[in-house]
């Protein structure tokens, strides 16, 4: 098993989620809001206010998905596809490996909690 996680534009979600359903053996996913910078460029100066230093967070979205070693691959390069624009900012996508998953559901009828 893996686990395959991704930082991403969050007007990318839907076309995403869209993109992924299709896919033979695409588990689900959780979504989350999430905000982030990444790191400093050469080409912006240097901030010179603790506000702005504050406030410089992007909105993202992350994603992560538990899935058999034979589909992450796939998961992998459609979520590199689909999410990219070409921009700096597109976000992050990796993979690790999982030992253990299971999932949590009810299999027989029984007395409530």
């Known amino acids: 098993m893996k686990e395959i996680k991704a930082v991403i534009r969050p007007n990318k979600l839907a076309m995403?989620?869209?993109?992924?359903?299709?896919?033979?053996g695409f588990p689900g996913m959780t979504v989350s809001k999430v905000e982030g910078c990444s790191a400093?460029?050469?080409?912006?100066?240097?901030r010179s206010r603790i506000k702005?230093?504050?406030?410089?967070y992007t909105p993202k979205v992350r994603i992560e998905i538990?899935?058999?070693?034979e589909v992450a691959e796939i998961l992998f390069?459609?979520?590199?596809?689909?999410?990219q624009t070409?921009?700096?900012?597109d976000g992050l996508?990796?993979?690790t490996d999982?030992?253990?998953?299971?999932?949590?559901f009810k299999t027989t009828p029984g007395p409530e909690k």
Do not use: C, K, M
């Open 66 to 69: 538990v899935a058999p070693d």
């Open 86 to 89: 070409g921009h700096y900012g």
């Open 40 to 46: 400093p460029s050469r080409h912006v100066p240097a």
């Open 77 to 83: 390069q459609r979520i590199t596809e689909v999410a």
């Open 52 to 56: 702005e230093e504050l406030t410089d």
């Open 93 to 95: 996508v990796w993979v």
């Open 16 to 24: 995403l989620r869209d993109a992924l359903v299709l896919l033979p």
């Open 98 to 104: 999982v030992e253990r998953a299971a999932f949590i």
